[in-house]
């Protein structure tokens, strides 16, 4: 019974592996030959609105990033779940701690897609992509917790570590968010970065989800609980691909406008190398996986 359990987890990480596949090809592929116009919003706001391909209506700005997100998806994210779908099959705890990681950046970025995208032909793939990730987020955690979480790392897992990145990336998103949403309330919705939008979504979705989830997962690490060492080993993956993600999505906008932001991209990076960094650290410390037979079936046992 267990077996089968997870090859259906690993089945259902293929099949959001494979549409998130599909919706980040169709982005990359179909994201119209570049064509704009000069339009003002609704808020009186003037950009350059995409005219073409299925982000058609968007700004510009917004299509040149979230191509460079749909490359990361679609090169790296993607064959990564596809890989942990094979752990899990055989029953891994690091292969299910890899595959929550990797749900949990699926979720976030599709919630966003779904929200921040003008409507269009993709719409419907975005809302099941972020809501199958969120039940994969629920079934896979029960599937850890029912194994068990006492004791699976060591006490040189490095929780401490994580928690001060976490830290300090959660702080500089406030800071940076506080200062667009001060920029909006003053009138200047430009800098806010109101690009035909009509309201601050990532902003939301960031001050609302990631920096409250951060800060937990940080003090549950730092006191060095069996939850915040599980809790890091998820979310590590999680910031590892949203951090990537990030970074592409601004070397793509570089790309077509011909100037780099690299402040932005500097941190970025270096957040990414130190949280791929840690994430090393993290599952090299992971226990190893093994399983003893017992009349009620398999279960696990430490190496």
Do not use: C
């Not at 992509?129 to 490095?158: E, K, N």
């Amino acid at each position: 019974m267990i077996v089968q359990n997870h090859r259906a987890m690993a089945a259902f990480a293929v099949i959001v592996g494979l549409m998130a596949a599909l919706a980040a090809a169709v982005g990359v592929f179909a994201r119209g030959d570049g064509s704009y116009e000069i339009v003002t919003s609704v808020r009186g706001v003037t950009y350059a609105m995409a005219t073409t391909g299925v982000y058609a209506y968007n700004a510009q700005r917004v299509v040149s990033e979230g191509v460079g997100w749909d490359v990361f998806t679609l090169l790296v994210a993607v064959p990564t779940m596809l890989a942990a779908a094979g752990f899990v099959a055989g029953g891994s705890f690091r292969g299910r701690l890899l595959a929550l990681g990797l749900f949990g950046y699926f979720f976030y970025q599709y919630l966003e897609y779904a929200m921040t995208w003008a409507f269009g032909p993709l719409f419907p793939l975005f809302v099941l992509i972020f809501g199958s990730s969120l039940i994969a987020l629920i079934w896979f955690g029960a599937s850890v917790a029912r194994d068990g979480i006492a004791d699976r790392f060591g006490a040189d897992f490095p929780g401490r570590p994580f928690a001060v990145i976490s830290v300090v990336m959660a702080i500089l998103l406030v800071v940076m968010w506080t200062a667009r949403i001060a920029a909006g309330l003053s009138g200047d919705l430009e800098a806010a970065g109101l690009q035909g939008e009509t309201t601050l979504v990532v902003q939301a979705l960031d001050l609302g989800l990631v920096v409250p989830t951060a800060l937990l997962i940080a003090a549950l690490a730092w006191r060095r609980t069996d939850a915040g060492q599980v809790l890091a080993s998820i979310y590590v993956v999680t910031s590892v691909s949203m951090s990537a993600a990030i970074v592409a999505m601004l070397v793509s906008a570089g790309i077509v406008e011909a100037s780099f932001e690299l402040p932005p991209i500097l941190i970025f990076g270096a957040f990414l190398v130190a949280t791929l960094a840690l994430a090393i650290q993290m599952y090299r410390r992971a226990p190893a996986d093994a399983y003893r037979a017992t009349e009620g079936g398999l279960r696990w046992q430490p190496k």
